[in-house]
């Protein structure tokens, strides 16, 4: 059986990220109730976990 290699991303780590997305925006909508606020800061997490992503290879 082969191992991962320590630069490939677990099961758990991408989890991790998706949920930390989820929360964050849902966060901002319930805090600001602003259509807006919410899509900014859905497109800065999402760019967020592109660069956590990117560095992580």
């Known amino acids: 059986m082969k191992r ?3 630069s490939q ?3 758990a780590s991408v989890v ?8 964050g925006v ?3 909508f ?3 109730t602003s259509l807006p606020a919410t899509v900014v800061a ?3 997490a ?3 976990a592109s660069v956590i ?5």
Do not use: D, E, F, K
């Open 4 to 6: 991962a290699r320590a």
């Open 9 to 11: 991303w677990s099961a």
């Open 16 to 23: 991790i990220v998706v949920n930390g997305i989820l929360t």
């Open 26 to 28: 849902g966060g901002v």
């Open 30 to 32: 319930l805090l600001t």
């Open 42 to 44: 859905a497109i800065a």
């Open 46 to 48: 999402v760019l967020l």
């Open 53 to 57: 992503v990117l560095a992580h290879r």
